[in-house]
């Protein structure tokens, strides 16, 4: 299997009758058109913190950004153990993606360019960043730290008939 390449498994306890696994690509492609996420954290105490985010789908791994002194990056530091979910706020249609994995801090500054030029592209000029001492930056705004989360188990939820629950365990 290439790398990235899942290990994909419906579970049937949870699909429908008719229901088959849903290819690890449809994840992909809703990870990369979503315009939300939420981002689950725990915090230094154990409680969980959740937080809506904007992030880019970029060379395997989901990114997103914030600010150091913000709860989410705190809680970073303490634990880099993170869920990010997306998909449709409906119960009976749609999809829902959700990536479970470790958050890496990019500090590669080429890299950080890149994923800069996705920011903009996805999000439009209000979200451009410069890139400075191993983050982005912004006048307004300040510094942002970006993470990455490559998936390490991620779950698929179909929504209508049929539902489905798929599971994708990466190597």
């Keep these: 299997m290439p790398p990235n390449t899942p290990v994909t498994e419906l579970d049937a306890r ?10 690890w690509q449809e994840g992909v492609a809703l990870l990369d058109a979503a315009r939300l996420y939420w981002l689950s ?13 904007i992030g880019v789908w970029w060379d395997g791994a989901l990114h997103f950004c914030t600010g150091p002194t913000e709860r989410k990056a705190r809680n970073l530091l303490a634990n880099p153990e ?53 983050a982005f930056v912004n006048g307004e705004s300040g510094r942002a730290d970006v993470f990455a989360v490559a998936p390490r188990t ?16 990466f190597g």
């Design 82 to 134: 993170v869920v990010l979910t997306t998909g449709a706020n409906t119960l009976d249609t749609g999809f829902d993606v959700v990536v479970e994995g470790r958050a890496e801090r990019v500090t590669d500054e080429s890299r950080l360019g890149s994923l800069a030029e996705a920011w903009e592209a996805k999000y439009g000029g209000d979200w451009h960043f410069e890139v400075s001492d191993g």
């Design 14 to 23: 949870f699909s429908s009758k008719d229901a088959t696994a849903r290819p």
């Design 154 to 169: 991620a779950f698929g939820f179909g929504k209508g008939e049929p539902f489905s629950q798929t599971r994708w365990q």
């Design 41 to 53: 954290t725990v915090r230094p105490d154990g409680r969980p913190h959740v937080t809506p985010l």
